[in-house]
């Protein structure tokens, strides 16, 4: 076992209660575990099973990574941390330009510096997104933790880590649907991680500078791969801040509120309205989500 630790300094306004809550979504902590002060996740490093710790105390972010193997230097992981913790994000850009917008402006002053926490990798983000289309999130979350199950890769501390394409397309169809996955969805992620690993859908190296419209078709063109799984992916895999996820029901709904509209307001209705929100339009969904 080899070792990585590092220290960050955290902006004024970080919201750790966001980040935490993100990754608190499974009760069962197959694979996080999360507490007050922070937390641990199992995640691949370079392929090998690793324990990613982030523990939150007076503005900073002290991070260890323990790999069941050779852990490589600091910098690549000094960029994971950033990334997943949102700290690359425009968030005061997008702020500013929209403090005085009369329904938008309101949600800036109830929650400001929101960031979009990301998931470890973009193939966690458009995997989970797959699981959960068209489904209840306590349905989408008992399906990500049977995924992760189905996998076996665990660290030495006891946690599983989220499988990788190379370990979801060695993963029998079969016990995909008796696992609870539709064939649609099945069919969906197994298409995926072939492509990924036959090399035309290098996400990684999307990550830095790939334009999102261009990410964006290549995942359409897979089949099971629908817009609003695309924005999903888009917003917490590769911190596109402009997907515009006018097709999410609860983005509809809250919208709804903020306007006190009377009748549910159509997807071409929320898409055009968050056109002038362009290019933070996924952190205005994201505020919306953040509604009480």
């Not at 890769?153 to 370990?167: K, T």
């Not at 992620?189 to 990684?204: Q, T």
């Not at 801040?241 to 549910?264: F, I, N, P, T, Y």
Request: aromatic residues 6%.
């Amino acid at each position: 076992m080899s070792r990585i630790e590092l220290e960050l300094t955290l902006p004024d306004d970080y919201r750790v209660t966001d980040l935490l809550a993100f990754h608190r979504r499974d009760a069962q902590a197959l694979a996080e575990r999360v507490t007050d002060a922070g937390l641990e996740k199992g995640i691949l490093w370079r392929g090998q099973p690793a324990c990613l710790g982030l523990r939150f105390a007076d503005g900073r972010v002290r991070v260890s990574l323990q790999v069941d193997g050779e852990a490589g230097d600091a910098q690549a992981l000094r960029g994971l941390v950033e990334r997943m913790l949102g700290l690359t994000q425009a968030v005061q850009a997008f702020e500013t330009a929209h403090a005085d917008h009369p329904q938008i402006g309101r949600l800036l002053l109830a929650n400001p510096g929101l960031r979009v926490p990301q998931s470890a990798t973009p193939f966690e983000a458009l995997s989970w997104a797959i699981s959960g289309q068209q489904i209840s999130l306590p349905v989408a979350i008992s399906l990500r933790r049977k995924l992760i199950q189905l996998a076996g890769l665990r660290h030495s501390s006891g946690l599983f880590c989220y499988p990788d394409a190379a370990a979801v397309v060695e993963l029998d169809e079969d016990a995909l649907g008796q696992s609870g996955f539709s064939r649609a969805k099945t069919q969906a992620l197994l298409l995926l991680s072939r492509e990924i690993e036959a090399g035309r859908l290098p996400l990684d190296a999307w990550l830095e500078s790939e334009p999102a419209e261009a990410i964006g078709e290549r995942l359409l063109a897979l089949k099971g791969i629908g817009p609003w799984t695309v924005d999903y992916a888009l917003l917490r895999g590769f911190a596109r801040l402009d997907g515009s996820l006018h097709g999410d029901a609860a983005v509809r709904r809250q919208l709804q509120r903020l306007l006190g509209a009377e009748e549910k307001l159509s997807q071409a209705f929320v898409r055009d309205w968050l056109l002038p929100f362009a290019p933070w339009r996924a952190l205005v969904a994201a505020h919306l989500w953040a509604m009480p």
